[in-house]
């Protein structure tokens, strides 16, 4: 199910959402603009709130700094949270004073003076919210400062990085097991978006919970669209998908420093906003980069896997992954970079056999046995995840050990783009090609000799001779060439020991040449289809229509109004300082351009508009939508 796309500015709660009592209920409305809890966040709120332990697994983009930040007001004395990633400790507290909550850091960024005002400003107890690095909470002197203070409860904000299973251990995490014994009646709350339940085990006993309330919420992202398609020439592929988002902020994931360089500079040769990202790159530069694409001021980052955690950017509109992932968590926490305002974002995982071949050739490589079965058991559910075609969203949830039924009309396989067909006959051609020629060649040399092509390859060697010389004629080469990587992928070939090496049948491949198996190849598009993600959801205008918000005046140009509002957002945030994000999500801009408010009451009701915000951004805001409405104009251009 898909929540609402247009919230209902004028209703009190949509369907579906939980009820709360009205004194929590209220303080959400007043400071984060919303009208109901998300799926377990009020059930956490009041855990938290009552003293309770926590462990709770969400999504990203599942609402999580709501669940300690609204307890922290609620309670005595201030929260603690801690927060792996310097560099973005100061959005998250700018962003939680844009909504009114008294918020402040400590990490090793601030100056001896700047950390001495935050430490008075504690004591006087004018902070509700203090973030603080791991780094300073191993500190003893640290530690015992703030149990002097009187703090309310501790939130861990990304805790599975204290796990060594999760994907994105951090040692300095491991100092948060000394919190518990020197906190022994501070409650503790911790939160992440991994969603394995070893995971879970090891946050709970590593940060020594207390019969913690443990919630794990669905990690479906319906929001998300989730698209597979066949690797031609990736970095023209990227473009043309590039071209098909504009002005949206997306990321690009490369399986190499190299190739991240490459695409980013054909990128920006091509005329886009896109910079290249990785562990090569200086600190300082790199840092730069994060915050340009945090604030807006480029559109696209190109990066390997050294980037987005912990990004809390929330209109981040599309991810495309040039190179096959080494897993599907790792697939499925890049992707959830996305779309955490719950509006609808785009993706595209290109991949080819090359692919393969090259991540089996690394895996070969792996020294410890162990290591290496648990890296080919991933390739293997990264091959299923692209390979069948099953609904991409079962898949995935599937892996976490959720289920998923029915048709999700978000992915490649629930919308039609891809479609199975018996390619039995086929494969068979391809296969007696490969035994016939000593299962020694490569898909082109194979798909060359089924289509009866005579290159000098195949009259060197005499194979215009054999019988299956030309029988596959009736199809195109890139049929061919396509089939090839189906039957690798889903097992039937393999390559051999070298990466150059060609195409060997396997125990399975021999039954289906045997024609003791059939084979189903999976037909897909060759490039991703553009402006999916908007039909499919229906667009605002209709939305606004259906749900009678429209009756502001004429029909309007919902699209156009959006983007004159994101132009007005960009100049607020840098005259601020402040990402735009943290001024309003893209989620909010849309309702405010659909529901087109023309008082401050109205404003107040638009979904993340709180009292806060309404007093800092209500009138120049009110003032774009009259002037849209009125000529259409922006005060922006
Ligand atoms: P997480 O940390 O779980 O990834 P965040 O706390 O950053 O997620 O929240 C993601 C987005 O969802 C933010 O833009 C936030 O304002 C929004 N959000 C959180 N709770 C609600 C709610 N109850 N109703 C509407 N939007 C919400
Ligand atoms: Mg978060």
Not at 136 to 161: K, N, P, Q, Y
Not at 213 to 238: G, N, T
Not at 401 to 420: A, I, K, M, P, Q
Not at 528 to 556: I, N, Q, T
Request: hydrophobic fraction near 40%; glycine fraction near 10%.
């Amino acid at each position: 199910m898909l929540r609402t796309r247009v919230p209902a500015c004028r209703r009190a709660s949509a369907p579906g959402l939980v009820s709360s009592p009205p004194d929590l209920q209220a303080a959400l409305k007043r400071l984060f603009g919303f009208d109901s809890f998300r799926p377990n966040q009020q059930r956490i709120v009041e855990a938290v709130a009552g003293g309770r332990d926590v462990f709770a697994a969400m999504p990203t983009g599942g609402g999580k700094s709501l669940c300690y930040q609204l307890p922290a007001l609620l309670r005595e004395g201030f929260a603690v949270v801690v927060s792996p990633l310097i560099s973005l400790m100061k959005d998250q507290v700018d962003g939680a004073r844009e909504n009114g909550l008294p918020a402040a850091f400590l990490n090793s960024t601030l100056g001896a003076d700047e950390a001495r005002a935050t430490w008075r400003e504690l004591a006087a107890g004018r902070v509700k919210l203090l973030y603080v690095s791991p780094e300073r909470l191993a500190v003893a002197e640290f530690r015992a400062a703030l149990a002097r203070l009187g703090l309310s409860f501790i939130a861990v904000d990304e805790a599975h990085c204290i796990s060594e299973w999760g994907h994105e251990f951090r040692p300095d995490y491991r100092t948060l097991g000394l919190l518990r014994p020197q906190f022994p009646g501070v409650p503790i709350a911790a939160f992440t978006a991994t969603a394995t339940s070893q995971v879970q085990e090891d946050v709970v006993r590593l940060l020594g919970l207390r019969e913690p309330l443990q919630v794990r919420a669905s990690f479906d992202r319906p929001e998300i669209f989730y698209r597979v398609v066949r690797k031609l020439e990736v970095e023209e592929q990227i473009r043309q998908f590039v071209a098909a988002h504009p002005g949206e902020a997306g990321i690009v994931y490369r399986g190499t420093r190299k190739a991240a360089e490459a695409t980013a500079s054909l990128l920006a040769g091509s005329g886009f906003s896109a910079v290249a990202y990785h562990a090569g790159l200086e600190d300082a530069l790199r840092r730069s980069r994060q915050e340009a694409f945090v604030r807006d001021e480029v559109a696209v980052v190109v990066a390997t896997i050294a980037f987005g955690m912990g990004i809390d950017k929330s209109n981040v509109r599309w991810v495309v992954h040039g190179d096959l992932p080494r897993s599907l968590e790792g697939y499925y926490q890049e992707t959830g970079r996305a779309a955490r305002d719950g509006e609808p974002a785009d993706t595209a995982l290109f991949y080819g056999p090359a692919d393969i071949a090259t991540l089996r050739w690394h895996i070969q490589r792996v020294e410890n046995p162990l290591e290496r079965e648990r890296a080919e058991e991933r390739l293997r559910r990264v091959l299923a995840f692209v390979e069948s075609g099953v609904c991409r969203r079962r898949q995935l949830l599937a892996h976490f050990g959720e289920s998923f039924e029915g048709n999700c009309g978000r992915c490649d396989v629930c919308t039609g783009e891809v479609t199975l067909e018996d390619a039995t006959e086929e494969a068979r051609k391809l296969l007696s090609a490969a035994v016939r020629t000593g299962e020694r060649f490569g898909a082109h040399h194979l798909a060359d000799i089924v289509t009866g092509t005579t290159t000098d390859k195949v009259l060197e060697r005499g194979h215009q001779r054999l019988p299956t010389f030309g029988a596959g004629a009736a199809q195109p080469r890139p049929f061919w060439l396509a089939l090839a990587q189906d039957l690798a992928a889903a097992g039937y070939l393999a390559r051999g020991e070298e990466r150059t090496a060609g195409f060997r049948l396997t125990p399975r491949g021999r039954l289906l040449l045997a024609g003791k198996e059939s084979f189903q190849a999976a037909r897909r598009p060759e490039r991703a289809p553009a402006g999916r993600r908007k039909s499919a959801v229906g667009a605002p205008e209709a939305a606004a229509g259906e749900l009678g918000l429209a009756s502001a005046g004429p029909a309007v140009d919902a699209e156009g109004l959006f983007q004159c509002l994101k132009r007005l957002r960009r100049r607020l945030a840098a005259a601020r300082d402040l990402p735009p994000y943290v001024v309003f999500s893209d989620k909010t801009l849309r309702a405010i351009a659909a529901a087109q408010p023309a008082t401050p009451a109205a404003f107040l009701a638009c979904p993340g508009v709180g009292e806060r915000k309404l007093e800092a951004y209500g009138e120049e805001f009110l003032r774009a939508v009259r002037g849209y409405l009125s000529d259409g104009g922006c005060p922006e251009d």
